[in-house]
């Protein structure tokens, strides 16, 4: 290049020659006079240039905040959060049983994990399909993580449970007997407790060219047996498949007669183990290991050609069990050679093995609490509180008066119900409207919106079908609401129905009254007691408005209808938050944002906030599980923390608060920060205010104080468990809106 530049400058010099060249002497005079002023310019601009660059900095080009280095992946961040319920086992200011239970959570999480998220990642590469994310990470660079991530902590999983959770419930008489121990007396009840409960309904499946190797159920317990011998037809394949049935129970309580005290319990796969010889009379048993296999368990169909979604989903229901393998479980003292076979069969390679030291399916273990007295092992019980006002009152009459803010499981869900119940039975009572998630089948709310539908008010349910693993449950419910007369609808196929949203229509004096319900969790009892969400009941008219006009969106077809006070997903909610956080960064160093989701992935919500950051916006973030955001990289970031919160609830309020110089906006809603919630569901935001509204800021203040419970993310993705200093108070924001509200 220098030397073209060189080349380029030499003809300038014969061109400029031959020009002067034809000019007469008084024109070369002026010429050569002229070319001295341009080049005395020339140095004085060049000088001046200088002095600029010493005076004033050369400005530095805007940072990307696309650049990949600034996401955390989402798969391993959800790992992490994995990591961090299985942490709570080790903590030993959890109870026992609750310690166990977060063990056993662990690995209910982990088998999602590998059903969806995993089960897409070998899907991609598979077929050839590999997308990355905002932090561009290869799908093969990700299972590879994966692999390495899961093989640790499942091995320690299992540790902790060899090492730390049975010893420490031997001490408490609560045992597990191995059949090493087993007494005579209990030998002998095992036996007719397999003769009788067991050995009639397991099918062994010999292996051999009319038996090929069996279609096995998604994460069912199985036995792989090695036969020696030829049986009645001369066979000997060598290899046999025990599918442990589902039906069973996986840990069996010994009799207390046959026992020195305590409970004590045995595995089914212990007895399967025992007696498997049994099973093929006349061979010889040399080896049984139990093994268990992970599917794909993601439901998939074209939108496009589904003329009756629920009759769809049902046809689909039943192939989730027999998706493609993903993951292969097995003993740790199973051959190589039979791991190897089981490999082959399922189409699987050593990176999806996971090799563990006891029961294969320890989901199971959850059965434990209902087989022994472990009351003083578990949280102390508490009830919900219950104001005044709803014992006594008409609810109608109460939400008339004053709009009402209710904090599960903090605060009783009874409202929530008695609000439906009242409806169902009041003459005054046109019509009630609701969306169901994740309900199931027997609960009051549907036996509510039954009594309703029978006594002959207007009711509809928007039901949503795809639900992950309550499909099954919301069919059912579908077909009992629909038999007794309710109108049901299954929402808009390309858009899950996740909004939490009630509506009762009420004629009082000559006019129609509006009664809303908004929540940021489902309507379900049972999980009331364990997920923390706020449930908002008004009659304001705007509110009501709002939720009659995204009930006709659902039920209906037209055109996008303007909200008065609600935002929803898909058409306003994201576009509004990136005002909102846009607003912020105006504000510079007077801005505060803080948000308490579930999960942060969104890219341009994350940018926002990077920019919000830049400009010097306070940005709290409580995220429970997963983070693509990094927070504290110097430039970007350092403006914005994260903390996760992990205790004796599942953290489930979305709460977003925007400061705006000393008019905040408090909004609480259905929706996360995800891509899904806010570009591919339907979702309900609702704003609040007054005192409502200051007790929400109250609350995240709370989680914002939490030593206790509370986990901070670093750049690097990982997180570190928050302790009281020296002095400092602890502080755990469960525990202590428990003592404000419950009893």
């Known amino acids: 290049m220098s030397e073209q530049i060189q080349e380029q400058g030499t003809e300038e010099v014969?061109?400029?020659?031959?020009?002067?060249?034809?000019?007469?002497?008084?024109?070369?005079?002026?010429?050569?006079?002229?070319m001295m002023d341009a080049d005395e310019a020339s140095i004085a601009l060049v000088e001046s240039r200088e002095a600029i660059a010493v005076t004033e900095p050369v400005e530095e080009p805007p940072l990307d905040l696309k650049a990949p280095e600034l996401y955390i992946n989402r798969e391993l961040s959800h790992l992490q959060f994995n990591i961090r319920v299985l942490e709570q086992a080790l903590d030993e200011t959890h109870p026992l049983m609750e310690r166990l239970m977060f063990l056993l959570i662990f690995s209910s999480n982990l088998d999602e994990f590998f059903e969806i998220r995993v089960a897409e990642l070998m899907a991609q590469l598979k077929y050839g399909r590999e997308s990355v994310g905002p932090d561009a990470m290869h799908p093969q660079v990700v299972m590879n993580r994966i692999g390495e991530i899961c093989g640790a902590q499942v091995e320690r999983q299992y540790k902790i449970l060899n090492e730390t959770i049975f010893p420490q419930l031997e001490k408490e008489n609560i045992h597990f007997k191995r059949r090493r121990d087993w007494t005579?007396?209990?030998?002998?009840?095992?036996?007719?407790?397999?003769?009788?409960k067991v050995q009639p309904v397991v099918s062994p499946i010999g292996l051999d060219p009319s038996h090929p190797f069996p279609r096995l159920v998604n994460k069912s317990l199985n036995f792989i047996v090695v036969l020696d011998g030829k049986d009645a037809f001369g066979r000997e394949s060598g290899l046999a498949i025990i599918p442990a049935p589902r039906s069973l129970p996986r840990l069996i309580r010994l009799p207390d007669e046959l026992c020195e005290g305590g409970d004590n319990l045995i595995f089914l796969s212990s007895v399967i183990h025992e007696y498997a010889d049994e099973l093929f009379p006349g061979m010889t048993v040399e080896g049984c290991y139990q093994f268990r296999i992970t599917r794909n368990a993601d439901l998939t169909f074209d939108s496009e050609e589904v003329e009756d979604l629920a009759r769809t989903l049902l046809g689909e229901l039943h192939s989730r069990k027999y998706g493609a393998a993903v993951r292969l479980e097995v003993d740790q003292r199973t051959p190589e050679v039979l791991i190897r076979f089981l490999l082959r069969e399922f189409n699987l390679d050593e990176a999806h093995t996971y090799r563990v030291d006891g029961p294969v399916n320890l989901t199971?273990?959850?059965?434990?609490?209902?087989?022994?007295?472990?009351?003083?092992?578990?949280?102390?019980?508490?009830?919900?509180?219950?104001?005044?006002?709803?014992?006594?009152?008409?609810?109608?009459?109460?939400?008339?008066?004053?709009?009402?803010?209710?904090?599960?499981?903090?605060?009783?869900?009874?409202?929530?119900?008695?609000?439906?119940?009242?409806?169902?039975?009041?003459?005054?009572?046109?019509?009630?409207?609701?969306?169901l998630y994740r309900t199931g089948v027997n609960s009051d709310i549907v036996d509510a919106l039954v009594d309703a539908a029978r006594s002959g008010k207007e009711v509809t349910v928007v039901i949503e079908l795809r639900a992950r693993f309550d499909e099954e449950s919301n069919l059912q419910l579908a077909g009992r609401l629909q038999e007794a007369g309710a109108l049901v609808v299954y929402g808009v196929v390309d858009f899950k129905t996740h909004a939490k949203m009630m509506l009762v229509v009420r004629r009082e004096d000559n006019k129609l009254v509006r009664y809303a319900h908004l929540g940021t969790g489902n309507y379900h009892s049972g999980t009331a007691r364990l997920y923390t969400d706020y449930s908002y009941m008004t009659s304001d008219a705007d509110v009501g408005e709002d939720v009659h006009k995204i009930f006709h969106q659902l039920t209906g077809m037209g055109k996008i209808l303007r909200l008065k006070k609600l935002h929803n997903a898909p058409f306003t909610l994201h576009a509004r938050m990136l005002e909102m956080i846009e607003r912020e960064a105006k504000h510079g160093k007077h801005g505060h944002i803080i948000v308490k989701i579930n999960g942060l992935t969104e890219p341009q919500l994350i940018r926002a906030l990077y920019q919000a950051s830049q400009r010097g916006v306070k940005i709290e973030l409580i995220v429970r599980g997963m983070c693509r955001l990094r927070p504290g990289i110097v430039g970007i970031s350092e403006n914005i923390s994260v903390r996760s919160i992990i205790g004796r609830f599942?953290?489930?309020?979305?709460?977003?608060?925007?400061g705006n110089k000393g008019k905040p906006d408090v909004l609480c809603a259905s929706a996360d920060w995800m891509e899904r919630n806010m570009l591919n569901r339907v979702e309900t935001c609702f704003p609040l205010t007054g005192k409502l509204a200051d007790r929400v800021k109250s609350d995240l203040d709370l989680y914002l104080a939490d030593n206790c419970r509370s986990w901070v993310l670093h750049s690097d993705g990982s997180y570190t468990l928050n302790k009281p200093a020296e002095g400092e108070e602890p502080v755990s924001a469960q525990e202590s809106l428990l003592r404000q509200f419950s009893s």
């Open 14 to 34: 014969a061109e400029q020659g031959v020009v002067q060249s034809t000019l007469s002497d008084t024109e070369q005079e002026q010429t050569a006079e002229l």
């Open 184 to 196: 005579d007396e209990q030998k002998e009840w095992i036996r007719v407790f397999f003769e009788e």
């Open 650 to 658: 599942l953290e489930h309020t979305r709460v977003y608060y925007f």
């Open 364 to 435: 199971r273990m959850m059965a434990l609490r209902d087989l022994v007295d472990c009351k003083h092992l578990c949280w102390k019980p508490f009830t919900p509180g219950m104001s005044g006002r709803y014992k006594q009152k008409n609810i109608f009459d109460v939400l008339r008066h004053k709009d009402q803010l209710l904090h599960h499981p903090f605060q009783s869900f009874s409202p929530v119900v008695d609000l439906l119940r009242q409806a169902a039975k009041d003459p005054k009572v046109l019509a009630i409207k609701q969306t």
